[in-house]
């Protein structure tokens, strides 16, 4: 048997810390925050390109975050769609334009509503869900297990759910815009008549390539916000069922605004290109 | 029939010979490691050796950084220093596919057993199978998963979610899940605590069995008395970072040393 003297502490110090040890404590989290997030992002993208590709559980992700929000989507959208035809009716009838109402509820849920609205459901169901499950991952120890198997867990957890959000996003608001489209027509239908196929010749006359672009290509960048922030809050969150609740909660928040954001971006980008 | 208590006092008899396996080759090498997260040193020039099918207990008291040196060993964690050899392999200075290659031959059982809620048995079962060995068949990994079950007693439980199953079931099974691979070494970390004393028992007694039918070499993270007496070859006490003791069950029970007898008391 052999036993060693006590060990001496030896006080911390490293140099790259002190720099930031002048600002204050919420702008140095928030610092660190940004550059957290930006290489998480950096290192989705770069191992996303590199194999092993992991098909099957992209496939699985694809499946249950797209299927999972589809019901939830479609029942917003048509919600909406009916409400936004019954809200406008009024205004419309008093201007005397009541009969461009599809027109108006057809470009304003296909540009703007539909988009941000659908990715705004998707968030609060999708961030949250992805944020919680890969908070409780990595407080049981399952991502380590992951590693130790032999699995890269960022590749098979993190890039297939930001795939498959940003891939599923899309396919959700085109279906979310037709069925809200179809609630606005009930909608226009309520208090006055309009057949389905005039409805929506009004709507798709009106529509331009300019108006529907943008909206689309938008909805890549909400998918891929909201798969981003949910795995990055999930996957940094700190130990405790505690940690799982704030990561959660916090990615939903995040990548509501950060939909908002982009929307803005996308709004200045369309109008400097003529898209408006 | 022999009562738990009498199978450990014969089991830790056989295994208390008074010296650590002479004969093992060094499996695992550890030289002066040292790690720290921020401000707070957790192993401060740490070393061990472990030979081949030895079985070493590490103690310390909680936040000693245990599992922090398992965790180094499996490649988790990145030493600050010190040098860390696994089959002659410095760990640190592997990249992914060699560390991979090292931990398909080095099993991990996890403190929390780290159970993939979403998958059934047979799947968290598979998920290193396919993993590891990419050419292998259905056929065998369907034998494979029913062997490792039958070892831990619990063919039964094959389509159940983790979450179907009790505390030391979900021991169990990670168990089989670690063993799979046939690994020629087991990290446990803590793989007792939660469980009551009799399921606790039941898991030390099948560590020590699967040890001997998988001719494992093992580090074994306790401070489950019933545990460390049954299963160590070598108890090695962590302390302040350090290896602070080192000996077998009998020599450190012995031990005047305040420090050390406070664990045996």
Redesign the interface.
């Known amino acids: 048997m052999r036993i060693t003297e006590q060990s001496a502490t030896v006080p911390y110090f490293s140099p790259k810390n002190w720099p930031s040890m002048f600002l204050p404590t919420k702008f140095r989290r928030f610092l660190e925050d940004t550059g957290t997030i930006t290489r998480f992002t950096g290192h989705s993208f770069s191992q996303g390109v590199k194999p092993r590709f992991e098909l099957a559980e992209l496939i699985r992700q694809c499946y249950l975050i797209g299927y999972s929000s589809l019901g939830l989507v479609a029942l917003t959208g048509f919600i909406m769609g009916l409400v936004l035809t019954m809200q406008l009716r009024p205004s419309m009838v008093n201007y005397g334009v009541a009969s461009q109402l599809p027109v108006m509820v057809g470009i304003a849920i296909v540009r703007e509503i539909g988009p941000v609205i659908t990715a705004l459901i998707f968030a609060g169901k999708i961030a949250s869900s992805v944020g919680a499950e890969l908070g409780s991952m990595k407080v049981t120890e399952q991502i380590d297990a992951m590693e130790v198997s032999g699995t890269n867990p960022f590749k098979y957890l993190v890039v297939t759910r930001v795939a498959a959000s940003t891939l599923m996003l899309p396919i959700l608001v085109l279906l979310g815009d037709l069925i809200s489209l179809g609630g606005a027509f009930i909608g226009v239908n309520i208090k006055g008549t309009t057949s389905l196929q005039l409805f929506f010749r009004q709507v798709l006359d009106t529509l331009s390539f300019g108006d529907v672009l943008p909206a689309f290509i938008k909805t890549w960048f909400f998918g891929f916000a909201v798969g981003v922030v949910g795995c990055y809050k999930g996957y940094t969150s700190s130990k405790g069922t505690e940690g799982v609740g704030k990561a959660a909660n916090s990615a939903v928040v995040l990548s509501s605004v950060l939909i908002f954001i982009i929307d803005l971006i996308v709004v200045q980008f369309t109008d400097v290109l003529g898209l408006n | 029939m022999q009562t738990a208590e009498q199978t450990i006092s014969s089991a830790a008899a056989k295994r208390d010979p008074g010296v650590s396996n002479p004969s093992g080759e060094p499996v695992i090498v550890i030289r002066h490691l040292s790690k ?1 997260f ?4 957790v192993l ?2 740490f070393s061990l050796t472990v030979g081949k099918e030895e079985n070493v207990v590490v103690m310390g008291k909680s936040g000693a950084g245990k599992s922090v040196l398992i ?1 180094c060993i ?1 490649g ?1 964690l990145k030493p600050d220093s010190g040098e860390l050899l696994v089959f002659g392999q410095d760990i640190p200075q592997l990249d ?1 596919e060699e560390l ?1 290659r090292v ?2 031959r ?1 099993g ?1 059982l ?8 979403s998958m059934t048995v047979r799947k968290n079962l598979e ?2 199978l396919r ?2 060995w990419f050419s292998i068949t259905q056929k065998e990994v369907d034998d494979m998963v029913m062997e490792v079950l039958e070892n831990v007693g619990l063919a039964d439980t094959v389509d159940k979610l983790p979450e179907e199953l009790s505390g030391g079931m979900r021991k169990r099974i990670a168990l089989a899940r670690t063993l799979i691979l046939k690994p020629e070494i087991i990290l446990y970390d803590e793989p007792t605590t939660g469980l009551d004393p009799v399921t606790g028992k039941e898991i030390s007694l099948l560590i020590l069995e699967m040890q001997k039918k998988y001719h494992t070499a093992s580090i074994i993270i306790s401070h489950d008395m019933h545990c460390v007496k049954l299963t160590a070859d070598k108890v090695s006490l962590l ?10 069950y009998a ?2 029970e012995r ?1 005047t ?1 305040l420090n ?1 007898k406070q664990f045996f008391e």
């Open positions: 720290r921020g401000p707070n040193i401060n020039d965790k499996i988790l992914h991979d931990r398909a080095v991990f996890f403190q929390s057993n780290a159970l993939y809620d998920f290193p993993r590891h302390m302040d970072g350090k290896c602070y003791a080192e000996g077998t020599q450190l031990s040393d050390i």
